[in-house]
Every structure is written in structure tokens, then in C-alpha cells.
């Protein structure tokens, strides 16, 4: 049974329940990222910087913060979303997400057809 929630002015496919496993999923990747972000941040022992850093290895770092700060950015909007009743649909478009693309990427923005249009421009 497909049960519908009003949340603002959208109405969506998404139950109260699916609303808070999302919530509760994008909480857990907060933290994640947080955490890998401290990780990347912190400086290796005087020791250990001798022998590990690389011009190579800072730039694996360098993109692997970028990364994580894009993914925590994303995940920072989908949660201000639910709190303010806007979650779950499109960002181009307007329609409402499918909720199986929700429950893998939860804090997607836009539809498959929308993201791509605005990856390439058509």
C-alpha cells in the first residue's frame, strides 16, 4: 500500500516512516563525512610525514576532501529539505522523486532526466 504525505505544499510518495529512515540515513552519512573529513585533515607525525608525503598522495588528499565536502554539502541540503517540507521532489522539474532513487542516494537533488539535463546542457 502506497501511503502519501502532504509535507508543504508538495505532496509526496513518501510515508512518514520512509521520511525517517531517510532522515536517520542522511544523519549517518553527516557524521561519516564529518569524520573522513578529520581524518584527511589530520597531519601525519613528523615521522610519519618524512616518509609519506607526496606531491602525489597531497593530491589524492586534496580530492578526496573536495569530494567529501561535496557529498556533506549535498547531505546538509537533502536535511534542511525535510525541515523545511521539500524534500522528495525535484529540484528542476517539480515532481516527486522515486522513492527506490531516494532510499540509494537520499540526498539527490534532481530526477534522472533533470540531472542530466543539467550535466550536459540538453
Sequence with gaps: MVHHQTIGETATHLS???????????????????EQLRRIAAEPGAEDARRCRTPARDAVRARLAASARMV?????????????????????????????????????????????VRETGR
Design 16 to 34: 512518514p516512516e520512509d521520511l525517517a529512515a531517510l532522515r536517520e540515513s542522511l544523519r549517518e552519512q553527516r557524521l561519516f563525512r564529518r
Design 72 to 116: 556533506l554539502a549535498d547531505v546538509e541540503a537533502a536535511l534542511r529539505r525535510i525541515a523545511e517540507g521539500g524534500y522528495g521532489v525535484c529540484g528542476r522539474c517539480r515532481r516527486p522523486l522515486d522513492r527506490e532513487l531516494l532510499l540509494i542516494v537520499p540526498q539527490t537533488r534532481y530526477c534522472p532526466p533533470c540531472r542530466r
